[in-house]
């Protein structure tokens, strides 16, 4: 599917219909004004009401109602590797391509050219360099965006990313693994969950390894990162087993296996006010916070499982949070991450590590 697109010339997007019985064109609401000028004549003005081109542009959660179809996962990876599209937009057409967006109000030709985060621009441009840490930073921003979308088929959450996938992959990313890369792994796993979303249950059909963010049916995030300072964990195998002969497409299985520190905490609360969860050492004080993939996970005083993965510049330190799930072979299920500023924070950190081995564990 990706090819179709990358490979066309025009696309035609019927983005204001919210289904295929809508249509590409809508009529264009007027106004007729009259009045009497200074010279006692009748006039009359035609208008219409003022387009708000930050919609089109930024296509954020607000804006679905003026371009539904913006809203669908399958969609944004389309806009992005067409070369050019024609947007039947609830007012006036828009055309988008690799280096410019123009409408027919002159509006985005005048101002438009400059605004920074167009969609399919700022894709373009993350990529002209073909450099992983671009390459990185770019992936970071798709995931967030399309995380958020809607699909029919929830099934679709690889396979409607994999077009994408396969452009990022040529800047130097490595293999892919259901949405993580081989040469970005660690910083990949650190994905997480905004606490608004994670009320959500993991979805009934596995479709991922908890440790992709596939996995999950919520919207997901990477926060601010900034270099990496110091990486504690050590990536020795990563697989995933594709389901079909589209490397980039849907899994039917996977595992990553890491070394690392694992010290076991406690899970407590929700809080009544905000229902948000901690995490305390097993002996000791303090508490630090757990951003959960999902509470239906997580109880309290539940035992949980730590993994120092890495710490950001200047000092802000990423945890991998764990339920063990057969304790005989180490294998374990991700639950979410923690953080820490190791400023205010180290006390806590060494309390939780002190006396832990590296262990090697793995995660399906």
């Known amino acids: 599917m990706g090819d179709i697109y990358m490979s066309s010339y025009l696309t035609l997007s019927a983005t204001r219909s919210r289904s295929s019985s809508e249509g590409c064109f809508a009529g264009t609401p007027s106004a007729k004004l009259t009045g009497i000028d200074s010279h006692g004549q009748t006039y009359e003005v035609y208008a219409r009401r003022l387009i708000n081109h930050f919609r089109f542009l930024t296509a954020s959660k607000t804006d679905f109602l003026s371009y539904p179809l913006f809203e ?46 167009v969609p399919k621009r700022s894709h373009t441009n993350a990529l002209l360099g073909r450099t992983v840490f671009d390459a990185q930073r770019r992936w970071y921003d798709i995931v967030s965006v399309y995380s958020a979308l809607k699909l029919t088929r929830p099934s679709d959450r690889l396979p409607a990313l994999s077009g994408i996938a396969k452009q990022v992959q040529d ?66 195998d990563i697989k995933t087993s594709p389901a079909s002969v589209d490397p980039t497409g849907a899994v039917h299985a996977g595992h990553i296996i890491l070394k690392g520190q694992v010290a076991p905490v406690i899970v407590f609360g929700p809080s009544q006010e905000e229902q948000m969860y901690a995490l305390r050492p097993l002996h000791g004080s303090g508490y630090v916070m757990l951003y959960p993939d999902s509470a239906k996970d997580i109880q309290n005083n539940q035992i949980l499982y730590y993994m120092k993965i890495l710490t950001y510049a200047p000092d802000h330190m990423l945890l991998l949070i764990m339920v063990r799930s057969d304790p005989i072979t180490q294998t374990y299920t991700r639950v979410g991450i923690s953080d820490a500023y190791l400023e205010d924070d180290q006390s806590w950190v060494e309390q939780v590590f002190c006396g832990s081995n590296e262990r090697v564990v793995t995660i399906e």
């Open 171 to 236: 800047c130097g990313m490595g293999q892919y693994y259901a949405g993580l890369w081989e040469v970005t792994v660690l910083e990949d796993l650190l994905w997480s969950v905004s606490p608004e979303n994670a009320a959500d249950p993991r979805p009934l059909a596995w479709r991922a390894p908890s440790w992709s963010w596939a996995s999950v049916d919520t919207a997901v995030g990477y926060g601010r990162r900034a270099t990496v300072k110091e990486r504690y964990a050590h990536a020795i």
């Open 72 to 117: 669908r996962s399958w969609c944004y990876q389309e806009r992005l590797l067409s070369p050019r599209i024609l947007h039947f937009g609830p007012q006036e057409l828009f055309f988008e391509c690799l280096e410019d967006c123009k409408c027919e109000c002159q509006w985005m030709q005048k101002i438009g050219s400059s605004f920074s985060s």
